[in-house]
C-alpha cells in the first residue's frame, strides 16, 4: 500500500487514488491527419517497464486532481510527484 | 494425572485457578496461565492429531506458532467452531472444547492410518501422476480428493463475532516483545520517538524471560531478573504503547504493516458477550525494528515424528514456563549448545534425562562443561537411527557417525525414552522482512538466511537478524537501534553480559541411518507429511528450481507454512544437487505470518455494511407501495410494483399498459447529472459528444453519444442548456462516476485552457418522470399557470417553474416514446412532488413503473441502454445511429477511431431487431442466433441483448447484436435453446410508433 504525496493534499494512503496508466501520451492535435498505425501507436501502444515508470495519478477520493508520479516498477519507489503540464525529471 | 508432571510454583501459571476442558470428549484441567498444549501435556497427552496422508499419529511438537502437529477443531457450536487451532498459541480457558482433525473414528483408532503401509504407493506427485488419465474420469476423481482434502471443519453458520479494524501511526513499530525488541523500544522512546511494541504472547519478554539457568548475567544480576526491571520500566513509559495478544500478519511496502491483535479468545465463552473477538491494526510506521525472534530447527532422522518428539526449546519452555514435564524418561539429541539449557532446566526441576546424544565430536563451552559436570551420559558424535512407539516414543536406537558424517558405524545402543528433545540449530524469522521485498543473504557459519538488503526504513535485530548468543544479541542490538535511529549515546552502552559461548558447530541437514533410504521415513514437513525421500524423487524427476520442488512435495504448504520443515528441505536440495544454499535461494514467504480469519479480515463490513447502498428521496414510498428492488450499480432501483401477488411478467405487463394508455410514472433521480458551466462550455461538449452542440439554444435539450477514444460508445444521455454558460448533462446511472472523472481527466489533461467546471449534483436533485397520453393533464393539475402547449413547451425542451416556494426544472423529454415531462426538484423536495404527482394523476390511473417496465417501454420504440444493448465493442455506426454522429466537427473523443480499418468492416456485430415466429415465444437475453445449427462447430452470429413481450404490440419483440446485421434484415435465422430451437426473423430495431407520433400525446 503505497503512501502517496499528492502535490495538492499532502501524504495520503494509496486507497485514495486510482492509477491512470502512463503519462506524457499527448492526444494528438490533429487525429484526422494520422493514418491507422500512428493512430493506433497513440491509442493502444503502452510502455510496461523494468525501472522508472512515468504515469499518471488521480487524487479520486480528495482533492480529484490528476498529476504525475515517477515510480520505479521494481520496487514501488516513488522516485519524483510533479504536475500536469510539468516536464517529466531526469532520473 | 497418575504421573507427576507438574512443576509447582510457578510465577506464570496461576495454580490457584484451576480450569477444566474437554479434549475429544473427555473431561481434563489445567490452570489460567496454561496454553492448550501445556495442559494438555500436563495431563500426560502426547498424541493429538493425525497426519494429513499417512495418518501417522501426531504429538506437540513446539510451544509456538510454528507447530505443525497440534492443531485442533475449538468449540463444537455450529457458528462458532474454529478450525486449525494451534495448541501452542491458545491460552486454556474454562469451558473450552477441542477435537483432533483428520481422524475417523478417533485420533487413537484411525481408519486412514493405513495409508501408512500404503506410502510405497504415495509418493511425491501421486495426485499428478494417479488421476491425470483417463481423463474423463476426473469428476470421480475429484469427489474423493476434495472430500479427503482439507483439515478440520468450517463452520456451517454465520460467524456472530464482531470484529474490528483500526488505523495506527507511530514512529517506531517494534515487532517482537523479546529482549532485543525491549531494549530497541526504551532507546527510541528515551529519544522521544512514539513507539507501537506488539508482541504476539499475552506477556512481554520472549524467552529470556524464563531464562533460569545461572551462567547468563545481565549487570552481574539473572538475566530473567535484570529483563524484569525492564518490562516495569517499558509499561510506565508514556511514548510506548504496548499491544500484546497481537501478531503482526503482513508487512507491506511504504512500511504498511497489518496486525491482529486477539481480545476475546483467552476468555471463558460466558465472558466474550459483547466484546469485539479480534481487531486488526493498520498500521503506518516511519520506521520498522523487526525483533520476531529465531526458531528451533528439529533433526531429520528415521521416524522423527513420533508423538513424544519436541523441540528442545519447547521442553524447556513447559518446565522453567508452565511448570511441566513433557516426560519422564527423557533424552535429548543436538547438533549445538542451546540444547544443554533444556538439560540444565530438566536437571533443574528434578526431571529425569538418561542421555544426550550431540552429533558433534566434542563441546567445552561453559555450559556444556556445567552438564557434564552433572554426570549426565553424553554420547558424541551419536545419531539416532530409528525411533519405536506407534502413540509415543518409548525406545530409541542410536549409533556412532562416521568420519564423514554419511553413514553409521559400529554398534545399535538403544535407549528407554519417552519424551525425546531435538535441536538442529536455530533459523531467525526472516519471514517478515522478506515479506516485505528484503533480500537475504546466506551464513554459511550458521546455515542460515539473514536479512540483507532493503529499499524499507527497516532494521531486523536479535536473533531475527542471526545474533543467537545473549552477549551479540544486546550489544548488537544496541547497536544498530542506535544508529539506525541516528543516536550517540543509550542508557545502556555500558551494559555487561556474561554468557557460555559455543565453539563447536555441526549440521547435518539428513542424518544417516543403518537402512537405506527407501526403507527410511525421515519427515520434513510433519503436516503434509513430506520425507526426505519425496525432495530426492522430485531432484531425480527433473525439478530443480526449489519452488517447483515445494509445490510438487507439498513441502511447507501446510497451515504452519514450513516453519520448520524449509530450511531442511533446501539444504537437502543443496547436497543433492551440490549446490551452495545460498546460490538456491528461498521460497516466497507470503502474508499472513499466521492464518487470519476471514472475520478479521472484513471487520465491520458485513451484512448490510458489506457495500454501500444508495437510496432516492422516494424510497419510502416504494418500499410502501410493495415494490420490488433491483441494484444498479449501488442505487437500490424499484423494478416492479406487484399487486395482488403478481408475477414480474404481470406487473410489467400492467404497468408497460397503463404507460401507453393513460400515465406512468418513474422514479428517474438515479440518473447521473453534472452541472456544467463555465465560457468553453460549449465546446467542451462538442469535443465529448459526437453530435454537434453549437446551436443548441437555451431552453433546449439534446441527446448525446458519448464514445470513448476507440470509437467504442461509453455512455448517453440528454443534456439541457439551463443558460449561456450553463448546462446540465445526465448520464446512465451506473456510468455517472466513470463519465464524470473521465470528463474531469480530459479537462484537467489535454485541455487545460478550456474555462469549464463540472459538479456532480447526481444527489442533488430528485427526478419524477411523468409518461403517457394524460401526462399533460396531469402536469396541468400541478403547474396550472404552465403553458404546455407543444408551441410554448414543445419536446426536447425545458421549463424553470416554481410550485409553491419549491423550485422545478421539468424538461419535455421522453425514454418511452409517449409525451412525457420529467420533474426535478431540489432532493429534499423528492417525495413531496412524487406524492402530488400521484394525487393529481389518480383520476388518469396513473400507474407507477420500474425498471424493467422502463425497459421494455424504451426497447418497443428501439432506444438503446449503453451496457446492456453495447458492451463496449459496438460504435455508433454499429448501433445503426449513424446519424448521431457529425459530419462537419473537426474532431471529438473517438471520431478518428471510427474510421480505422477495424472499425469500418461490413461484417461487424450490428444492433438489429428480432421477432419471433411464434409472437407468444419470448427469447431469453443472451441466447445465441445461428444460421445453420447443423454445421459443426456451428458459427455463432450474435446474441440477444433486450428481449420482453410488448402488451402493446401482442408479440414478443428483441434487440440482438448480429453480425452484417444491417444486411440481414428479413432473414430467417435460429435460436438454439437447450431444450428447442427458436425461428426468429430479422427486423428493424423500432417496432413501435416509427412515426414518432405518440410523443406529442
Given at each position: 500500500m503505497f503512501l502517496i504525496n499528492c502535490p495538492y493534499c499532502g501524504e495520503r494512503d494509496q486507497s485514495e487514488f486510482v492509477s491512470g496508466g502512463e503519462a506524457h501520451i499527448a492526444r494528438p492535435?490533429?487525429?484526422?491527419?494520422?493514418n491507422d498505425d500512428q493512430w493506433a501507436e497513440y491509442l493502444f501502444m503502452r510502455k510496461n517497464i523494468k525501472g522508472i515508470q512515468f504515469e499518471r495519478w488521480n487524487h479520486a477520493h480528495g482533492c480529484r486532481k490528476w498529476f504525475n508520479v515517477a515510480r520505479d516498477t521494481s520496487n514501488d519507489k516513488i522516485e519524483k510527484i510533479y504536475k500536469m503540464g510539468e516536464q517529466p525529471p531526469k532520473l | 494425572m497418575s504421573k507427576n508432571l507438574r512443576i509447582n510454583n510457578?510465577?506464570?501459571?496461576?495454580?490457584t485457578r484451576k480450569l477444566s476442558f474437554i479434549f475429544n470428549g473427555k473431561k481434563l484441567y489445567g490452570y489460567k496461565g496454561d496454553t492448550l498444549a501445556s495442559a494438555l501435556l500436563s495431563n500426560d497427552i502426547h498424541l493429538v492429531g493425525r497426519s494429513f496422508k499417512y495418518h501417522r499419529p501426531r504429538g506437540i511438537m513446539?510451544?509456538?506458532?510454528?507447530?505443525?502437529?497440534?492443531i485442533l477443531q475449538i468449540g463444537?457450536?455450529?457458528?462458532l467452531t474454529d478450525p486449525n487451532v494451534r495448541a501452542t498459541e491458545i491460552e486454556l480457558y474454562d469451558g473450552l472444547i477441542c477435537n483432533s482433525q483428520n481422524c475417523w473414528p478417533s485420533v487413537k483408532f484411525d481408519?486412514?492410518?493405513?495409508n501408512n503401509f500404503l506410502s510405497p504407493l504415495l509418493p511425491a506427485g501421486f495426485y499428478y501422476k494417479t488421476f491425470m488419465w483417463p481423463a474423463s474420469f476426473w469428476e470421480k476423481y475429484e469427489y474423493f480428493i476434495r472430500k479427503s482434502a482439507g483439515l478440520g471443519k468450517s463452520p456451517t453458520k454465520q460467524d456472530p463475532d464482531m470484529y474490528d479494524h483500526r488505523y495506527m501511526h507511530c514512529d517506531i513499530l517494534i515487532v517482537g516483545g523479546g529482549v532485543s525488541g525491549l531494549i530497541a523500544a526504551k532507546i527510541a522512546s528515551d529519544d522521544n520517538k512514539k513507539v507501537l511494541l506488539l508482541e504476539d504472547k499475552e506477556l512481554l519478554g520472549g524467552s529470556l524471560i524464563y531464562d533460569d539457568n545461572d551462567i547468563s548475567k545481565i549487570d552481574n544480576q539473572k538475566s530473567s531478573e535484570w529483563l524484569k526491571k525492564l518490562i516495569e520500566n517499558i509499561k510506565n513509559d508514556k511514548n510506548i504503547i504496548i499491544k500484546t495478544r497481537t501478531s503482526l500478519a503482513a508487512y507491506h511496502n511504504y512500511n504498511f504493516l497489518l496486525a491482529r491483535q486477539n481480545l476475546t479468545d483467552h476468555l471463558s465463552v460466558n465472558d466474550r458477550n459483547n466484546k469485539i473477538r479480534q481487531r486488526l491494526y493498520k498500521i503506518r510506521a516511519k520506521k520498522v525494528i523487526i525483533s520476531t525472534g529465531a526458531i528451533e530447527r528439529p533433526q531429520v532422522f528415521h521416524n522423527n515424528d513420533r508423538p513424544g518428539i519436541m523441540l528442545a526449546s519447547a521442553v524447556k519452555k513447559y518446565i522453567d514456563y508452565y511448570g511441566v514435564r513433557c516426560g519422564l524418561e527423557n533424552v535429548i539429541f543436538t547438533n549445538n549448545d542451546s540444547a544443554y539449557e533444556t538439560a540444565l532446566s530438566l536437571h533443574k526441576s528434578g526431571t529425569k534425562l538418561n542421555a544426550i546424544i550431540d552429533i558433534r565430536d566434542n563441546s567445552s563451552s561453559e555450559i556444556v562443561n556445567k552438564v557434564k559436570s552433572l554426570g549426565i551420559q553424553i554420547y558424541w558424535n551419536h545419531t539416532v537411527v530409528n525411533t519405536k512407539g506407534y502413540k509415543r516414543i518409548n525406545k530409541i536406537t542410536i549409533m556412532k557417525l562416521n568420519d564423514k558424517g554419511n553413514d553409521v558405524v559400529g554398534k545399535k545402543i538403544e535407549l528407554n525414552c519417552d519424551c525425546l528433545a531435538i535441536s538442529g540449530g536455530w533459523t531467525p524469522m526472516v519471514h517478515l522482512f522478506t515479506q516485505s521485498g528484503g533480500k537475504l543473504k546466506f551464513d554459511n557459519k550458521d546455515n542460515i538466511f539473514v536479512p540483507d538488503k532493503t529499499n524499507l526504513n527497516q532494521l531486523s535485530i536479535g536473533s531475527a537478524k542471526g545474533d543467537f548468543e545473549l552477549d551479540d544479541v544486546l550489544k548488537n542490538s544496541i547497536k544498530d537501534t542506535k544508529k539506525f535511529l541516528q543516536i550517540e549515546n543509550s542508557n545502556f552502552d555500558k551494559i555487561d553480559v556474561k554468557c557460555s559461548k559455543e565453539k563447536e558447530k555441526k549440521n547435518i541437514w539428513l542424518l544417516p541411518s543403518d537402512k537405506p533410504l527407501s526403507k527410511t521415513k525421515p519427515f520434513l514437513d510433519y503436516q503434509n507429511d513430506s520425507t526426505a525421500k519425496d525432495i530426492k524423487l522430485a531432484l531425480r524427476e527433473g525439478f530443480k528450481s526449489i519452488e517447483h520442488v515445494k509445490r510438487y512435495t507439498t513441502t511447507g504448504m501446510g497451515t504452519d507454512q514450513g516453519k520448520l520443515a524449509n530450511m531442511h528441505a533446501l539444504g537437502i536440495v543443496a547436497d543433492t544437487t551440490n549446490t551452495n544454499m545460498g546460490d538456491l535461494g528461498t521460497t516466497t514467504f507470503r502474508p499472513p505470518y499466521t492464518p487470519l480469519t476471514f472475520g478479521t479480515i472484513v471487520g465491520r463490513n458485513v451484512g448490510q455494511f458489506f457495500d454501500i447502498f444508495r437510496k432516492t428521496p422516494m424510497h419510502e414510498w416504494h418500499v410502501e407501495n410493495n415494490a420490488k428492488f433491483e441494484n444498479v450499480g449501488q442505487w437500490k432501483r424499484a423494478w416492479y410494483y406487484p399487486k395482488d401477488g403478481e408475477t414480474m411478467h404481470d406487473a410489467v405487463q400492467r404497468e408497460s399498459k397503463a404507460a401507453r394508455e393513460s400515465s406512468g410514472i418513474l422514479d428517474a433521480s438515479t440518473l447521473g447529472k453534472i452541472d456544467i458551466q463555465g465560457t468553453d462550455a460549449n465546446e467542451f461538449l462538442n469535443r465529448v459528444?459526437?453530435?454537434?452542440?453549437?446551436?443548441l439554444q437555451i431552453g433546449k435539450c439534446r441527446y448525446g453519444l458519448m464514445l470513448n477514444e476507440d470509437g467504442m460508445v461509453y455512455d448517453d444521455g440528454v443534456t439541457t442548456k439551463l443558460g449561456e454558460n450553463h448546462y446540465l448533462m445526465t448520464t446512465t446511472t451506473g456510468g455517472a462516476a466513470n463519465v464524470m472523472s473521465k470528463l474531469e481527466d480530459y479537462l484537467q489533461t489535454e485541455w487545460p485552457e478550456l474555462d469549464v467546471f463540472l459538479t456532480s449534483v447526481t444527489d442533488h436533485y430528485a427526478t419524477a418522470s411523468v409518461c403517457g397520453p394524460n401526462a399533460k393533464k396531469i402536469i396541468n393539475k400541478i403547474f396550472k399557470d404552465l403553458d404546455l402547449s407543444d408551441e410554448s413547451f414543445p419536446h426536447m425542451s425545458f421549463k424553470e417553474v416554481k410550485l409553491g416556494n419549491i423550485n422545478c426544472r421539468i424538461m419535455r423529454i421522453s425514454f418511452t416514446g409517449e409525451l412525457s415531462y420529467e420533474i426535478n426538484v431540489e432532493a429534499s423536495y423528492g417525495k413531496y412532488i412524487w406524492e402530488k404527482c400521484i394525487e393529481a394523476g389518480k383520476e388518469f390511473n396513473i400507474t407507477p413503473y420500474g425498471t424493467e417496465t422502463m425497459h421494455l417501454l424504451r426497447a418497443e420504440k428501439g432506444f438503446i441502454i449503453v451496457g446492456q444493448d453495447t458492451d463496449g465493442t459496438m460504435t455508433p455506426v454499429d448501433l445503426q445511429m449513424d446519424w448521431i454522429i457529425s459530419k462537419k466537427k473537426y474532431d471529438f473523443i473517438g471520431k478518428r477511431s471510427l474510421y480505422r480499418s477495424d472499425t469500418i468492416r461490413e461484417d461487424r456485430k450490428q444492433l438489429v431487431g428480432l421477432l419471433t415466429d411464434d409472437p407468444n415465444e419470448i427469447l431469453e437475453e443472451g441466447a445465441q442466433i445461428v444460421k445453420d445449427e447443423n454445421k459443426k462447430p456451428v458459427d455463432m452470429l450474435g446474441h440477444v441483448t433486450s428481449s420482453y413481450f410488448s402488451p402493446t404490440l401482442k408479440k414478443s419483440i428483441a434487440l440482438a447484436v448480429l453480425k452484417e446485421g444491417k444486411r440481414l434484415k428479413g432473414q430467417k435465422l435460429l435460436v438454439p435453446m437447450i431444450d428447442k430451437t427458436i425461428k426468429v426473423t430479422v427486423s428493424d430495431t423500432i417496432f413501435l410508433d416509427k412515426e414518432n407520433e405518440r410523443i406529442n400525446g
Open positions: 492535435k490533429q487525429p484526422t491527419e494520422l | 510457578k510465577q506464570f501459571v496461576d495454580e513446539t510451544s509456538g506458532s510454528e507447530e505443525p502437529n497440534a463444537n457450536d455450529d457458528a481408519i486412514g492410518g493405513i459528444y459526437t453530435n454537434a452542440w453549437s446551436k
